[in-house]
């Protein structure tokens, strides 16, 4: 073996290059510290289920590598939670920098200062694309004018219905033409009690969205334009909620509230026992994944005067007057909720309801998109309205009012007349109490 | 107080005094800022507009209380309160006591049941009320199928306005665990020889629950009356699960009327003003439990 001896002058170099080499490796856990220090921890309430949040996480890893300075931290509520939590945290000042904003909830947080006035922030941004927004899904966040919030998603509420129910009784599927006639007379013929089917899910909804779908083709209007006072007291309301009431409890071809609590999230139709029910593009992923039979959409039908009109909301995301940080929660929004973050976060994972129709379009290539998906965009296009109310700083009582007679409609626990009666008065009496607030 | 003031305390006895305040200060100070201070900061809230911000407050003295008064809903919930803890503690406490006699016999197996009965008890109030909306579902609930097997038609339960109410006065006779423990404990409590004195002097079963059993178990009973009405008003679990205050309003309590007051329509000072009134109907009540209670509470160390 050939022993070479190391010289004064190898050990000095050997020295210095292991002992530069240290140093170097030192350092580096001294600049991740302070790459760390710069960085801006922007913190997030939102409102995803378990299942969607691994969706977020890719996303938001994404974002950072993107933004190494920013880091995003989120507390994730439950949906039926976070607008309970989000007072709570205002009132007691811990508000995160960026909030989850259900429509409804945009002009009165606006109105407390839980969401700040971001209008001039966004019109200034020439990247950001505003005008590619749904302006129906815009305007849900428009508080005095000027926008308050942002929208990720909003959608319109059409027609579903079970292929495999009308398939076996030999009826052809809802199409173009229906009216809402067709749709009662088609829901008696698939009723069928020995086999426990009904021909419609016994869905009625008066609020946000759904009102829309239910009365809005007999051009019946809930309150006036700008939500000072309730029209619900007319004939063509009439008209509608004595359709809906009488397929439900006098021809028993829609599952009574009662009856529609024996299945899971009281949808008999997801549940596969109801030949239709109405249906939204977020509730798609849960049809796809829960129904075990073939499914579809249609147009919504059109009212006893040929005309079509349904109801379409969503909802936003907003920065806090408490975010020490607004220009970062900004640049977070604007990649969150261009069209690229949209397709991701909403279109190819299939969640739905992109509050840009080019997003909408991309949704239509995901899996949970119904076959006739392009209905969806067709009513966004067309004749879909953002259902009030939204505009009103009683917005919350009102939907209140609103959801607890349709209960009460559905369970049979009322007739129409008390319902358009109690709903008149009582909304009225609260849109009073806000007046000129 | 008085006592010091009138006669001089020793020094062990004064560092005794400093050591007793010393070990009850953590509970003291958590009883002050958390309860009896927020308490007090409520009331002042109630006189005052507060929606969110505790910023620019404006005072508005009674008016509050003025539009409590004068929304029908609100009475609705008072009467729906009023209902349910009346149901609740008559049904409650009759039924704690009936399983307390039971599970104070001398049989095998005894320990296993009482676990039984204590079980509800130990569950999470959410998993008991979803468990619940199951029991009471009209078409596929245990409770209407039972009914159907003897020939009886269920009703809608809580999905009734008429039945929901007593649905959930049912439903808390399942959860009067801790209550029946407390009786449990007072019967076992009450001396073995007045039962032989009574059987001597020739009672029978009935004689010797109401001449023994019940002026024995009496202030048990009255402490147990008086955290079952407390508890009753405070009891939002079942309503927030199950029912919301519906169907309509015929759920719509003190509680939730305060809640929604408080998170959906943002009206924190009025919901300010409804935790006032709900303190100080409680604060009556009990004040007239404890005059009521001075006729029939037996206390054997006043005799």
């Known amino acids: 073996m050939n022993k070479e001896k190391l010289s004064r002058r190898d050990f000095l170099k050997l020295t210095a290059a292991t002992s530069t080499g240290a140093a170097l490796a030192g350092l580096g856990p001294l600049s991740s510290i302070a790459a760390a220090q710069d960085q801006v921890e922007l913190t997030f309430g939102r409102h995803w289920e378990a299942a969607f949040r691994p969706r977020q996480a890719e996303y938001d890893e994404g974002f950072m590598e993107r933004h190494p300075d920013i880091k995003v931290s989120i507390t994730y509520n439950t949906w039926a939670d976070h607008n309970n939590v989000v007072p709570a945290w205002a009132a007691a000042g811990t508000l995160p920098d960026i909030i989850y904003v259900h429509g409804s909830r945009a002009t009165p947080w606006a109105h407390e200062g839980i969401i700040i006035d971001i209008h001039d922030i966004v019109v200034a941004d020439e990247e950001f694309n505003v005008e590619g927004m749904w302006e129906e899904s815009v305007r849900l966040y428009r508080v005095n004018g000027r926008i308050h919030a942002l929208p990720y998603d909003h959608g319109p509420i059409i027609l579903g219905y079970n292929k495999d129910l009308f398939d076996a009784a030999g009826m052809d599927y809802p199409g173009e033409d229906w009216t809402m006639e067709d749709m009662a007379a088609a829901a008696i013929e698939l009723t069928d009690p020995d086999a426990g089917v009904w021909g419609w899910d016994g869905g009625l909804d008066l609020g946000n969205g759904g009102g829309g779908f239910f009365t809005g083709a007999w051009g019946a209007v809930t309150m006036n334009e700008d939500e000072t006072a309730m029209t619900f007291d007319s004939p063509e309301m009439r008209d509608a909620l004595n359709h809906w009431y009488k397929l439900i409890h006098e021809d028993g071809a829609g599952a009574s509230g009662t009856e529609r609590e024996s299945f899971p999230n009281s949808q008999p139709f997801r549940a596969g026992v109801a030949a239709m029910g109405h249906i939204a593009t977020w509730s798609t992923p849960s049809m796809r994944a829960l129904a075990n039979f073939e499914w579809d959409v249609a147009p919504t039908p059109m009212g006893p005067d040929g005309s079509r009109y349904t109801g379409a909301f969503g909802s936003g995301y907003g920065i806090t007057p408490t975010s020490d940080k607004p220009d970062v929660a900004w640049r977070y929004l604007r990649e969150y909720l261009s069209l690229d973050g949209m397709i991701f976060m909403w279109s190819l994972s299939g969640r739905g309801s992109p509050a840009r129709p080019e997003g909408l379009e991309a949704w239509l290539t995901s899996d949970p998109a119904p076959p006739s998906g392009r209905y969806f965009l067709e009513a966004m296009f067309d004749y879909a309205v953002t259902g009030p109310p939204f505009q009103s700083l009683a917005a919350a009582q009102v939907s209140n009012i609103l959801s607890r007679e349709a209960d009460l409609l559905r369970l049979g626990e009322t007739t129409v007349e008390e319902a358009i009666a109690t709903i008149t008065e009582e909304g009225n009496a609260a849109l009073d109490e806000v007046a000129g607030m | ?303």
């Open chain 2, 1 to 303: 107080m008085f006592r010091r003031l009138t006669q001089p305390i020793s020094p062990s006895a004064r560092r005794e005094e400093r050591i007793f305040y010393l070990f009850i200060a953590p509970w003291l100070i958590g009883l002050i800022a958390f309860s009896i201070g927020p308490v007090f900061g409520m009331l002042g809230l109630s006189f005052t507009d507060w929606r969110i911000s505790l910023d620019d407050l404006q005072f508005i003295g009674l008016d509050n209380y003025s539009k409590l008064f004068a929304d029908p809903i609100f009475w609705t919930s008072v009467g729906n309160t009023l209902y349910i803890v009346v149901g609740r503690v008559v049904f409650g406490v009759s039924f704690a006591l009936l399983l307390a006699i039971l599970l104070n016999q001398k049989v095998p197996g005894i320990a296993f049941f009482r676990a039984v009965y204590y079980l509800p008890t130990v569950t999470a109030g959410v998993a008991v009320a979803l468990v619940w909306i199951w029991i009471f579902n009209p078409r596929l609930g245990i409770l209407n199928y039972s009914l159907k097997q003897i020939g009886i038609q269920g009703p809608d339960w809580i999905f009734s306005k008429t039945w929901v109410k007593p649905s959930l006065i049912l439903m808390s006779m399942f959860s009067v665990g801790p209550i029946m423990i407390i009786l449990l404990a007072g019967l076992q409590g009450v001396p073995k020889e007045l039962y032989e004195s009574a059987e001597i002097d020739g009672a029978g079963n009935w004689a010797k629950f109401r001449n023994v059993t019940l002026p024995m178990l009496s202030p048990v009973l009255f402490f147990v009356i008086i955290i079952s009405v407390v508890s009753s008003f405070q009891n939002f679990t079942e309503i927030r699960v199950m029912t919301e205050g519906g169907p309509g309003e015929s759920s719509n309590v003190l509680i939730w009327y305060l809640w929604e007051n408080a998170f959906i329509f943002l009206q924190l000072g009025i919901a300010a003003a409804v935790a006032w009134i709900m303190f100080v109907i409680l604060m009556v009540l009990t004040g007239i439990q404890f005059r009521v209670g001075r006729r029939w509470v037996y206390y054997e160390a006043d005799a």
